[in-house]
């Protein structure tokens, strides 16, 4: 006999395994889920820290070139730093060789420009600008995000050998307090992508057992097990989604309460964030209808029995 009412656990069980897995592999090749980001740092505006410091002489590790440039210019234009700062901050990010943006996922980050400009104009809006990504990191499973190397990494890729990550963090008087709050978070990235993965493992057992029970006729104490099963599941998948809200809150708000200084900003995933909840409730939802089916559904069939007895 085929139980219909187990059709909608094993339906729930197996789309909250599809969300995990999409959760914990979204961005990890260029192109793949990309928006689905934890949180996305924003460099695009890092060079009007540096056009400040080259315009006041106080600048190092720029190429002579460009510092030869900044000085020839006229002396009204010297004393608008600011609007020289947001003219020249692409260039500087461009022959440093940064991106314009890093965007944090659960195995890697992703890195790209914005395209047509990185920052909306009189004929570029906000909604015209989009992420290329052109390049992501290898996927590994104790991933969490340092800008540090990711910074490195897009110095190496640009052949920039006259200058290293800490000297050019030194250069922008990069907040400590960034790297300090994004240092934390390496236990918190290694919990997430180990609670997700029992997730995964746990969303398949529920598939298994519903798709069993669709035809067969458990006994109240597999019901039971059901029921456990399924509670743990909804525990893995909560405390999965939570560390990733606290990953998402955590690392965007300090980005953004120290970036400003040196031209960074961060954005959370909030479409992440969506994801993931939408996985927990599919296993919730799950949840609720083994609890209805172990205690309503018993008791009318103890209901029937008692009532052929009689």
């Given at each position: 006999?085929?139980?219909?009412?187990?059709?909608?656990?094993?339906?729930?069980?197996?789309?909250?395994?599809?969300?995990?897995?999409?959760?914990?592999?979204?961005?990890?090749?260029?192109?793949?889920?990309?928006?689905?980001?934890?949180?996305?740092?924003?460099?695009?505006?890092?060079?009007?820290?540096?056009?400040?410091?080259?315009?006041?002489g106080?600048?190092?590790?720029?190429?002579s070139?460009?510092?030869?440039?900044?000085?020839?210019?006229?002396?009204?234009?010297?004393?608008?730093i600011?609007?020289i700062?947001?003219?020249?901050?692409?260039?500087?990010?461009?022959?440093?060789?940064?991106?314009?943006?890093y965007?944090?996922?659960?195995?890697?980050?992703?890195?790209?420009?914005?395209?047509?400009?990185?920052?909306?104009?009189?004929?570029?809006?906000?909604?015209?600008i989009?992420?290329?990504?052109?390049?992501?990191?290898?996927?590994?499973?104790?991933?969490?995000?340092?800008?540090?190397?990711?910074?490195?990494?897009?110095?190496?890729?640009?052949?920039?050998?006259?200058?290293?990550?800490?000297?050019?963090?030194?250069q922008?008087?990069?907040?400590?307090?960034?790297?300090?709050?994004?240092?934390?978070?390496?236990?918190?990235?290694?919990?997430?992508?180990?609670?997700?993965?029992?997730t995964?493992?746990?969303?398949?057992?529920?598939?298994?057992?519903?798709?069993?029970?669709?035809f067969?006729?458990?006994?109240?104490?597999?019901?039971?097990?059901?029921?456990?099963?399924?509670?743990?599941?909804?525990?893995?998948?909560?405390?999965?989604?939570?560390?990733?809200?606290?990953?998402?809150?955590?690392?965007?708000?300090?980005?953004?309460?120290?970036?400003?200084?040196?031209?960074?900003e961060?954005?959370?995933?909030?479409?992440?964030?969506?994801?993931?909840?939408a996985?927990?409730?599919?296993?919730?939802?799950?949840?609720?209808?083994?609890?209805?089916?172990?205690?309503?559904?018993?008791?009318?069939?103890?209901?029937?029995?008692?009532?052929?007895?009689?």
């Amino acid at each position: 006999m085929i139980r219909i009412f187990a059709i909608i656990p094993a339906l729930l069980s197996a789309g909250a395994l599809v969300i995990s897995f999409l959760c914990l592999f979204a961005g990890n090749k260029p192109g793949f889920m990309e928006d689905f980001n934890l949180f996305n740092l924003n460099t695009s505006r890092i060079g009007s820290t540096l056009a400040e410091n080259a315009l006041n002489g106080e600048n190092s590790i720029l190429p002579s070139s460009i510092t030869n440039i900044l000085n020839e210019l006229p002396e009204d234009v010297r004393n608008s730093i600011e609007s020289i700062a947001s003219t020249a901050a692409d260039s500087f990010a461009q022959d440093l060789g940064l991106d314009d943006f890093y965007s944090a996922h659960m195995l890697n980050y992703c890195a790209g420009d914005y395209l047509p400009n990185a920052i909306p104009n009189a004929t570029v809006s906000e909604d015209d600008i989009y992420k290329n990504v052109t390049v992501c990191s290898s996927p590994r499973s104790s991933y969490w995000f340092d800008p540090r190397d990711a910074l490195q990494d897009s110095l190496d890729r640009a052949n920039v050998t006259t200058i290293t990550v800490d000297q050019l963090l030194e250069q922008l008087n990069f907040p400590n307090e960034i790297i300090t709050a994004l240092d934390a978070l390496r236990i918190a990235y290694r919990a997430m992508f180990t609670l997700y993965v029992v997730t995964i493992c746990l969303c398949f057992i529920m598939f298994v057992i519903s798709a069993i029970y669709i035809f067969t006729h458990g006994s109240r104490i597999t019901a039971c097990v059901v029921i456990i099963i399924s509670l743990l599941t909804f525990v893995a998948s909560g405390a999965a989604s939570g560390v990733a809200t606290a990953v998402n809150v955590i690392g965007a708000n300090a980005i953004n309460q120290y970036g400003d200084q040196v031209g960074i900003e961060a954005d959370m995933g909030r479409k992440f964030l969506a994801l993931t909840w939408a996985g927990t409730a599919a296993v919730f939802i799950g949840l609720l209808y083994w609890f209805v089916d172990c205690c309503c559904g018993r008791s009318r069939k103890s209901t029937r029995y008692d009532t052929y007895e009689k």
